[in-house]
């Protein structure tokens, strides 16, 4: 089999959900090798930071252990108490989206028109006239409105589509417990890198920029740091992005993936990550020296935020949505991040209102989510307090204080429900959302886990519609009656 063939009958076996490689070890050990060269270097930077006063860092290390050891029962009940709570939220957040996805959706977008009402009317009550901002204020009133009406009228079909992929986001979750694995170590890997990326930048700073008497080549290092930080966060974030890509859409493929399945293909794509990668940390540092620029510029104009923000706002909106399906289309396509980001912006045109629904109403429910867990938290830290305050027989003007504590202490700890959990939904959501795409332009060539009854209504409406209709191998839009791609022969179903 040529090398041609045999890339085609891979991103064929990709599409259809299938794993056709193998684990590329090299490339596995060459990641794992780097956080431990990473993480050696922070720790170095950050005791070059601290020069003498590392040792009372030590000591304050071996001081928390001691204090550990002295406070054992309450920490025993803390980490049983926020352990529980912790899988609780989850299972409530997973069986909300199983059970009542699309009620959600609607619920939301309906609470979020009257809550954009209740705003504008409040300031302007406040203000008592009409001025930019209110007129602002209205005129977002009015558009999320008219946008509502739309979804709940003419664009039925598509708010039916987003329930049921949120819908399907809670089944799988249910089903794949293994997504919740790259969830978590997504926000724990890339908040530690941070950390010790900051340390790194720290050291960096001490020994280059000057206290007094700075000038801008003092700044070159700090910049290329940042420029190569951002680049292995973005390595890192991509990367296990990536895994829950892999395993959502090998379901959404009617299969049963493995958290393995999931780790083949990103191993596999990690140099079109990593192209990627830079893509976005050179984006990154642009919009940093926008932002430092803005923060010294005298002329901040009060509605926009001055010339150098605007700059930055458009940046990284003309960013963000140009390159909103491609990340999935370098998992699932098996193409570079150049043709991904190419078909990716195509594709936001192709499906701008799934897209804008997506940010604008989808959104809106995990913000609703988002409460759900502040409020189940605030809950448990509440009744933490109160467990204390009983347990150690404490008198009763320290119960309020005691609750006080467990709400504080909770709520800081929601975040690791909130963050970790809330952004898996978001990437199964969008790579759902990606497959769905994948349908209409191949003609809904592959199986699908949607409801049987929606799909078919999908399948016709689309099928009505050939624009949106592309070749799976060079990504020419094709018509409906063509057999074969005119541009690179490839079969068309």
């Not at 006063?53 to 290390?61: E, G, P, R, W, Y």
């Not at 940046?315 to 399906?325: E, P, Q």
């Not at 193409?335 to 209102?353: C, Q």
Request: net charge positive; glycine share 8%.
């Amino acid at each position: 089999m040529s090398d041609e063939l045999e890339k085609r009958a891979r991103i064929e076996s990709l599409l259809e959900g299938k794993v056709p490689m193998e684990l590329p070890k090299g490339k596995l050990v060459v990641l794992i090798g780097s956080w431990i060269i990473f993480f050696t270097i922070g720790v170095a930077c950050l005791f070059d930071i601290l020069g003498p006063q590392a040792a009372t860092l030590i000591a304050l290390f071996n001081l928390s252990g001691i204090l550990i050891a002295q406070f054992i029962v309450p920490l025993l009940i803390l980490i049983f108490v926020a352990g529980g709570t912790i899988i609780l939220t989850v299972w409530l957040l997973v069986k909300l989206l199983r059970k009542h996805g699309y009620g959600l959706l609607k619920f939301s977008m309906i609470v979020q028109v009257i809550l954009v009402w209740v705003f504008f009317i409040v300031v302007l009550v406040l203000v008592g006239s009409f001025d930019w901002s209110t007129i602002l204020l209205l005129l977002i009133a009015v558009v999320t409105t008219v946008f509502t009406i739309l979804y709940f009228t003419i664009w039925k079909n598509r708010m039916e589509l987003a329930g049921a992929i949120l819908t399907l986001t809670g089944k799988v979750t249910h089903e794949e417990k293994e997504l919740f694995i790259p969830g978590y170590l997504k926000v724990f890997f890339v908040g530690m890198l941070s950390t010790f990326g900051g340390f790194m930048g720290a050291d960096i700073i001490a020994h280059t920029i000057p206290s007094a008497g700075a000038v801008w080549f003092n700044y070159i290092p700090v910049i290329l740091f940042a420029f190569v930080l951002f680049l292995y966060l973005y390595i890192n974030t991509y990367f296990f992005n990536a895994i829950t890509i892999a395993i959502t859409y090998i379901w959404y493929r009617k299969r049963d993936p493995t958290f393995k399945d999931g780790l083949i293909v990103a191993t596999y794509q990690l140099p079109d990550l990593a192209l990627f990668a830079v893509f976005s940390s050179i984006i990154r540092v642009i919009r940093m020296l926008f932002r430092a620029a803005a923060s010294k510029s005298k002329t901040k104009a009060p509605w926009m935020g001055g010339g150098f923000r605007l700059a930055d706002g458009i940046i990284g909106t003309v960013w963000f949505y140009m390159n909103y399906f491609t990340l999935p289309s370098i998992i699932v396509e098996d193409v570079p991040a150049t043709t991904a980001i190419k078909r990716s912006a195509h594709r936001l045109f192709d499906n701008w209102v799934d897209v804008l629904l997506k940010e604008w109403g989808v959104s809106s429910v995990f913000t609703m989510l988002q409460f759900l867990i502040i409020l189940v938290f605030a809950l448990g830290g509440g009744l933490l307090g109160f467990l204390l305050w009983f347990l150690f027989a404490l008198s009763a003007d320290y119960l309020l204080v005691m609750v006080i504590i467990g709400v504080i202490l909770f709520l800081f700890l929601s975040t690791l429900v909130s963050k970790p959990v809330l952004n898996l939904f978001n990437d199964i959501y969008l790579t759902f959302l990606f497959g769905h795409v994948i349908d209409k332009e191949s003609g809904y060539k592959y199986p699908n886990n949607l409801p049987a009854e929606l799909n078919n209504k999908m399948k016709d409406w689309f099928m009505a519609h050939p624009a949106v209709r592309r070749c799976q191998q060079c990504f020419t839009r094709v018509s409906q009656g063509d057999r074969t791609c005119p541009k690179c022969g490839a079969p068309l179903h």
